[in-house]
């Protein structure tokens, strides 16, 4: 209980911050049409994605089956970040793309806005890192790479996937793995779609 | 009569999903299940998938109380493997808040269009018009999309490749001309939709608990 | 009122040359004006330099005089008043609608125009109902035909009654059925009193209702043509394609999902020969094609006889699979040679690292027939090619498809553009009434141009 609290202070926290620090941005309407854009894509292909990832689990286990297909869960936050190229947009693309996810019937339900929020936060993080100077390759997977914390944290409490500590750590590196893999094809796509 | 309106039916949802996360009482637990899925008895066969998708995950949720949580008192004996009382409240558990969160997303979803919702969050909890705008346009774009998917997946099959994307790659030689494609036609909306004053938009916020009669007419009007 | 003095335009700061050089145009209250002028001489340009865009949006080089009734649009003020004051209705439709339903469409505009929630619905019912689509109000855009995204387009810019109108390309990729109505709608929103200026390059589509016709060339605004020819289309004298052995045969095939929606009899397709399949939008045509390349089933198989072939998406871009266009063209090189292959692409030294995507529109056409080709050079099947295409960027499709057939492919493609019947088809089929009935390609053009409210001398 002490642990989750905490938690929900430093999320908050962040969110404030960066908040605050964007609030100079001006959005137009084309970069809000891309995150509506990039929303649908995610939310629709997350939906079948379930179904790849628990074939890969039967077949792989938890820890390959978080390294091989977790990061697609992450790639929105890169994706629209390389495409629309100001702050907040990683933490708009990945939440707008939970929320759209929430809205079409699933068995996640709102479960998908809460990760979502959480993993576009720990996104947003990679290029607020880098001043918001950068959003290459190397942000771009640091971007997918560190959603995995928060992810694999909510799952831990939903599902009480609590694992022994050295276990912990190969899952938790599968999925920053994962992330880092799948930031790297979000921007490897978001180059040549906005050149 | 009158009806809750979006941002209350919002704050409900995301509260009972956040108390799936929390709670660790199983009669709590199993209380607001109950309830949750009992909202949407009613319309339960515009969600029966969400229902069986559940079922299914249910499978890994047991698999995973058997390997993690088989301690204390032994039960019953399947197939010579001891199925102990841990694992059965730590699948209960699990279970429940499953439930819990399909039930409360399922309501909420049957109770409102996209675009009410878009609107309603707009205007009663304050989004900014630009990210409520992003959800609409999405729902806009979502058959769309799902037919330009379609189009590229017989394309893939036509050259002899994958229909689905199983590798990185794969995945990458999909999203590219779908968000290329999309790219563009997001970019000319955006073009349009500034020439139609969206920066003009000034929205009059307003909380409200339920929607009365008119107001519900007006808004649903609107439609999906 | 629209009033334009020597009007310079151009998309970049670092290129330098403009794209319109001085254009002037005058348009008065009520009038209806034409903008015409071949693809590339800059007519789309001058409307995103005339309503602001270019300048506060694409960060482009506008300087001259712009006036729309009052307005000062290259202002920043002028900018943000505008669109209370003018409605513009873009190309494309799938490049403009917003929101899921026509209703939330209508209503987006008005409120963001400040009209209340109530007085917005009302008023939206109200312009629906005129413009045809009460039924479909609360439905997905998505359920609308063609014609019908077009009309809500239109209603969308007009529903809060601005008084200059300007649409770009209003006819582009529409049968002629909603060709038609699209001409209606102009000449009534004329006879309420707007005032209308319409990019076309097909101006003889609105000779009725015009008033005037600005020419546009090489940048260049001036020369106003008081008459638009359209003189009765000759029958070309062109080169008849020798057909060779039968690569496609068709007998007894209904096609349909689940549902029949179209009826065969017969149809077939020689080597080297270029066949239309005709019809208004929703006929069934691309439902054809996909249950010939195989990718629906039919609701009743009849005999289908054909060599391999490879369908060809509306999309060119969902043909590429590859990141460069070498890959792409080593993977097409089944039923030709890679070397045959790139030798036909006639940008390949230049291109070959590059990815197929970053082409520009016309290379990647012709690498995504390249494509087909590659795979099939009996029989290719192309849905649509000429949507969206303006003349200059048809030319470069026939260039592309003459090629192909005078290889000896034979060609099937989907249409409802007379052009593409009148300059290209060898044959044509016609959907009548669900079926498929063979026709001369150029008295159906000519019919279709009938349809569409051309008046030939």
Request: charged residues 20%.
């Amino acid at each position: 209980m002490i642990i989750e609290a905490i938690s929900a202070v430093i999320i908050v926290v962040i969110a404030l911050l960066l908040y605050l620090g964007g609030r100079r941005v001006r959005y137009t309407s084309v970069d809000y049409t891309v995150i509506g854009l990039v929303g649908v894509v995610f939310g629709v292909v997350f939906v079948p994605w379930w179904t790849v990832y628990y074939i890969v689990k039967a077949v792989a286990g938890p820890v390959g089956a978080r390294l091989a297909t977790y990061g697609l869960w992450f790639m929105a936050a890169p994706m629209a970040a390389v495409l629309v190229r100001k702050p907040m947009s990683a933490l708009l693309g990945e939440t707008v793309a939970g929320l759209i996810e929430s809205l079409i019937p699933t068995a996640g339900g709102f479960t998908n806005l809460i990760y979502g929020f959480a993993q576009g936060l720990a996104s947003e993080l990679a290029y607020a890192a880098g001043l918001y100077r950068s959003y290459g390759p190397v942000v771009s997977a640091l971007a997918g790479g560190l959603a995995a914390f928060p992810a694999v944290a909510l799952d831990a409490v939903l599902f009480g996937d609590i694992y022994p500590w050295d276990y912990m750590t190969w899952i938790i590196l599968g999925a920053f793995v994962s992330g880092l893999i799948y930031g790297l094809v979000a921007y490897l796509v978001g180059r040549v779609v906005r050149p | 009569m009158s009806k809750l309106s979006v941002s209350a039916a919002f704050i409900i949802t995301l509260t009972l999903t956040s108390l799936a996360f929390i709670l660790d009482d199983l009669l709590a637990l199993a209380l607001l299940s109950t309830l949750s899925f009992a909202l949407t008895v009613k319309n339960i066969k515009k969600v029966k998938w969400v229902y069986l998708l559940l079922l299914i995950s249910l499978i890994g949720v047991l698999v995973n109380a058997l390997m993690f949580s088989n301690k204390g008192e032994t039960i019953l004996m399947v197939f010579g493997l001891p199925v102990r009382w841990g694992a059965v409240i730590a699948f209960a558990k699990v279970s429940l808040k499953l439930l819990l969160i399909a039930g409360a997303g399922s309501w909420f979803i049957l109770s409102y269009t996209p675009l009410e919702v878009a609107r309603g969050l707009e205007r009663e909890l304050g989004l900014p018009k630009g990210v409520s705008f992003s959800v609409a346009y999405a729902f806009r774009l979502m058959p769309l999309l799902a037919r330009d998917f379609k189009e590229i997946q017989d394309m893939r099959v036509q050259r002899g490749r994958r229909r689905i994307p199983l590798t990185p790659m794969d995945l990458a030689s999909m999203l590219t001309p779908l968000l290329r494609v999309g790219y563009e036609r997001a970019f000319w909306t955006g073009v349009a939709v500034e020439l139609r004053g969206f920066r003009l938009r000034r929205v009059k916020r307003e909380f409200k608990l339920f929607y009365k009669n008119g107001e519900l007419q007006d808004f649903s009007a609107v439609g999906a | 009122m629209l009033r334009v003095r020597e009007l310079r335009a151009g998309y970049t700061t670092r290129s330098g040359r403009a794209v319109i050089e001085g254009a002037s145009l005058e348009v008065g209250d009520g009038e209806v004006a034409l903008l015409t002028g071949p693809s590339g001489s800059g007519k789309t340009t001058i409307i995103l330099a005339i309503t602001g865009v270019l300048k506060f949006l694409m960060n482009g080089v506008v300087s001259g005089v712009v006036e729309l009734d009052g307005l000062n649009p290259l202002s920043p003020e002028g900018f943000s008043k505008l669109p209370a004051e003018v409605g513009v209705v873009l190309q494309d439709p799938d490049k403009q609608i917003a929101m899921p339903t026509p209703m939330g469409e209508l209503v987006f505009t008005l409120e963001n125009l400040g009209y209340s929630t109530r007085e917005a619905v009302e008023r939206s019912i109200r312009v629906l109902g005129r413009f045809g689509l009460a039924g479909k109000a609360s439905q997905h855009v998505e359920d609308l035909s063609l014609g019908e995204k077009r009309k809500l387009t239109i209603a969308s810019a007009i529903v809060h009654e601005p008084g200059l109108v300007i649409l770009d390309e209003p006819t582009a990729s529409l049968d002629p059925w909603s060709t038609r109505s699209v001409v209606e709608l102009v000449s009534s929103m004329k006879k309420s009193g707007s005032t209308i200026l319409v990019v076309e390059h097909k101006p003889f589509y609105f000779k009725s209702v015009a008033d005037k016709v600005f020419a546009v060339e090489k940048g260049r605004v001036g020369r106003v043509e008081p008459d638009i020819g359209t003189s009765y289309p000759r029958r070309n004298e062109r080169r008849r394609r020798s057909a060779g052995r039968t690569v496609l045969r068709v007998e007894d095939l209904v096609a349909g999902y689940g549902q029949p929606i179209l009826t065969v009899e017969e149809l077939h397709v020689s080597e080297g020969e270029v066949v239309a399949v005709v019809g208004p939008n929703g006929s069934g045509k691309t439902t054809l094609l996909k249950t010939i390349a195989g990718f629906i089933k039919p609701v009743r198989q009849g005999r289908v006889e054909k060599a391999s072939c490879f369908y060809l998406p509306q999309h060119p871009d969902f043909t590429f699979i590859s990141t460069t266009v070498e890959k792409e063209l080593r993977d097409a090189a089944r039923s030709v040679g890679f070397s045959e292959l790139a030798s036909l692409f006639p940008w390949f030294e230049q291109a070959r690292r590059a990815n197929p995507f970053t082409l520009s529109h016309g290379q990647r056409r012709w690498l995504a027939n390249l494509v087909a080709y590659g795979y099939s050079r009996k029989l290719i099947l192309m849905d649509e090619p000429s949507t969206g295409l303006d003349d200059n960027m048809l030319r470069e499709l026939e260039r592309i498809v003459d090629t192909l057939a005078s290889r000896g492919a034979g060609i099937l493609v989907s249409t409802h553009d007379p052009r593409l019947l009148m300059d290209l088809a060898d044959r044509a089929y016609s959907v009548e009434g669900g079926r498929l009935v063979e026709r001369d390609p150029v008295d159906l053009a000519i019919e279709m141009y009938r349809v569409a409210g051309v008046r030939f001398e």
